[in-house]
């Protein structure tokens, strides 16, 4: 090596040493793993953390999406299928493109064979005929719905703890979360349980069959008839949240859409404004995956956090 590679090299060497990672090229902004986290509700709860561009050097707030599935959010190593959403690249994408302020994502990993339970909204029990309910508790092996605990670490443990450790922008303006499937539930039931903690929610690829979703005629009717209730005596009027609801037309996604449009028109009637208060989009030729979600997950973080 000549005099010269070597003092370029000596160089950028010392500039590796000066400064934090991702300084000198592109910032790709951090992750922060928690571990399980433990929990007086819950069984204890592996949480990972994004933190965006600029959070290091910087002493801006950020907003945060919570969001459910951590497992599939962000490494295809620890994915249940081998794929992922890939959030953090939309946040990146967002961000460069200034459609949205940097925000803080917290991935909040899934329980395996309870997830079921964790995720169901606990009132649409009471709102579905004994029968349809019956055959919903099946598939929970008769194990009783905790969505309310989930929600309840979320809200009493998690966040307080977050909050605390990160420079978060704490109020429900700056508050998100988000999921699909069966996280689209949980994340509707977190707003409509605690409006005072979420502004925004993400319900993506929503399972508002609730159960397996080949009902007959008469019980497809049953659980349409109990989620219009469900938006007039829990979800109430917007009061400024704001909630996304999509589909695809593909496998799982084939079934939702006259629920889609079931609770579209119910959330009319409520008083919320289709484009303001909720956005309700088809993704046609789209199936029920994580490559599908990661592929409008930029439509779904713009949209939810546009006025952040």
Do not use: C
Request: proline share 6%.
């Amino acid at each position: 090596m000549d005099r010269r590679s070597l003092l370029a090299t000596s160089f950028a060497a010392g500039l590796l040493a000066l400064f934090p990672q991702g300084a000198m090229g592109q910032d790709s902004g951090r992750f922060v793993d928690l571990g399980p986290v433990s929990s007086a509700v819950l069984a204890p709860t592996k949480v990972v953390i994004w933190l965006p561009p600029g959070y290091d050097s910087s002493r801006e707030r950020y907003g945060v999406v919570y969001m459910h599935d951590g497992q599939n959010l962000f490494d295809p190593k620890r994915s249940n299928f081998n794929k992922v959403w890939a959030a953090d690249k939309s946040a990146l994408r967002l961000i460069a493109a200034k459609k949205t302020k940097p925000f803080i994502i917290v991935g909040i990993d899934q329980p395996g064979v309870d997830r079921g339970r964790q995720y169901f909204p606990k009132p649409m029990l009471d709102f579905v005929s004994p029968s349809v309910r019956q055959k919903l508790q099946k598939q929970s092996n008769d194990l009783p719905v905790i969505s309310d605990e989930y929600l309840t670490f979320i809200v009493t443990e998690l966040k307080p703890r977050i909050d605390a450790e990160f420079r978060t922008k704490a109020g429900r303006k700056h508050t998100a979360i988000a999921g699909s499937s069966m996280g689209g539930l949980i994340s509707l039931y977190a707003i409509t349980r605690y409006p005072h903690i979420f502004g925004h929610a993400g319900a993506v690829s929503t399972h508002l069959p609730l159960g397996d979703p080949n009902w007959s005629a008469e019980e497809r009717n049953d659980i349409l008839a109990g989620w219009r209730r469900y938006v007039k005596e829990k979800l109430g009027k917007p009061a400024g949240r704001r909630i996304w609801f999509d589909h695809g037309t593909e496998t799982l996604d084939a079934f939702y859409q006259p629920y889609q449009e079931n609770l579209d028109a119910a959330l009319v009637a409520n008083g919320w404004n289709k484009g303001r208060d909720f956005s309700s989009k088809v993704y046609v030729g789209t199936p029920h995956e994580e490559n599908a979600w990661a592929a409008r997950l930029d439509d779904v973080f713009g949209w939810m956090l546009q006025r952040w």
